[in-house]
């Protein structure tokens, strides 16, 4: 186990930060250049995310970064998963699918939209390695899966970087080891957005193991496994200030991942209404659905996610069905129908300069006990 210590840096193979904070690659727009910037200027590691992207517009974000003067930032990677609907249990897979579709038509319906295409969608890894290859990450992550020891090792000739990857349980942590990896992102059942789950287990309403963040550090910080292979651990989900970030180091932690403190940044692309939502505290608590995405996420907890508690369990099908539903739903301000992916500790979220949500952080850190 790593004890806290004065020393606030953090220590990734070759990758080293002045602050033990990782800004969370939040996809689907919160996460920005200027974002992933303002974290890496300001001490931390900013992360850019990959997930739904084409090659070419991550090539385009990471230019975008890499414009912005020397400074470290990583890139994470959703892997593809399997197709549920072509599986052996494909025909039950695509009559879920379908019956959702047809519920769906009525939120479609409210907003003048037509629901969209069910469609797998892979999320062309290989050709986003190519890109990643022609830049300089200071660290690779990736998440929905084992990324296997092939992909570990062409991260590390390709491109000279680490690979962290994300893991919620014991089991998946000694798996990503095994492939590899140098990093574990240790994320419990308190992350805002997408589980990391390897595996979405539709018997589960969390989709796997609802381990909480503290729980899951210690436990994998003293797993034979891990130990041996000396493979350090960054604590992710519920973590919303520098004392937080400290409590993981105090239980083996190397650091912390932030995404829902970030979402009300200046620099940060969450939309109008959803850091309305965040800011004025219009909603009670938050909640673990599939209602959005088909793969178990936390939200706070709004009328869509209440009206659809039984959505299947197939990703990205249901993620494209919904998509236009929320692009409308986003235009006309009704955060009831939008995805407002948040973490337990969404209300202390503030808007300001990312710089000075950063020197908040470091001071809390610095001055914990």
């Known amino acids: 186990m ?4 004065a020393d606030p840096a953090m220590r990734i193979g070759a990758l080293e ?37 084409t090659a070419e517009a991550l090539e385009d974000l990471v230019a975008d970064v890499e414009s912005r003067g020397p400074l470290l930032y990583g890139v994470n990677l959703f892997l593809s998963g399997v197709d549920r609907c072509a599986g052996p249990d494909g025909a039950r897979q695509r009559g879920a699918v379908e019956a959702y579709r047809r519920t769906l038509a009525v939120e479609a ?59 919620t349980s014991v089991a998946e942590a000694r798996a990503a080891v095994l492939s590899g990896a140098d990093a574990l992102i240790a994320q419990g059942i308190e992350a805002g957005g997408h589980r990391g789950l390897w595996f979405d287990d539709p018997a589960l309403p969390a989709g ?39 409590s993981m180091l105090a239980l083996g932690a190397v650091g912390a991942q932030l995404g829902t403190a970030f979402l009300c940044a200046d620099e940060a692309g969450t939309g109008s209404a959803h850091r309305r939502a965040l800011l004025e505290q219009t909603y009670l608590d938050t909640v673990v659905t599939r209602a959005f995405s088909g793969r178990s996420a936390r939200s706070l ?43 337990t500790g969404w209300r202390s979220v503030v808007a300001g300069p990312a710089a000075e949500l950063m020197a908040r952080l470091a001071a809390e850190f610095l001055d914990a006990p």
């Open 109 to 167: 319906s409210r907003h003048g939209v037509d629901v969209g295409e069910p469609r797998f969608t892979d999320e062309a890894v290989e050709e986003k390695l190519e890109v990643l290859s022609r830049h300089h990450p200071a660290l690779v992550s990736v998440t929905f899966g084992d990324p296997e020891a092939a992909l570990v090792e062409r991260v590390h000739t390709d491109i000279g970087a680490p690979v962290a990857v994300t893991v």
């Open 2 to 5: 790593r004890p806290a210590s």
């Open 17 to 53: 930060t002045a602050l033990p904070i990782i800004c969370a690659p939040m996809a689907g727009g919160p996460t920005t250049p200027a974002l992933v910037a303002a974290v890496g200027r300001a001490g931390g590691l900013g992360m850019l995310a990959a997930g739904y992207l």
């Open 208 to 246: 796997g193991p609802a381990t909480p963040t503290a729980e899951l550090v210690r436990a994998i910080c003293a797993d034979m496994t891990v130990m041996s292979a000396q493979v350090p651990v960054v604590a992710a989900g519920g973590v919303s200030d520098g004392a937080g970030v400290r």
């Open 301 to 343: 907890r709004n009328g869509f996610a209440d009206r659809h508690p039984n959505a299947p369990a197939v990703y990205p099908q249901v993620h494209h069905m919904t998509k236009p539903i929320r692009a409308a739903a986003a235009a006309s301000g009704a955060a009831d129908d939008i995805n407002l992916w948040a973490g």
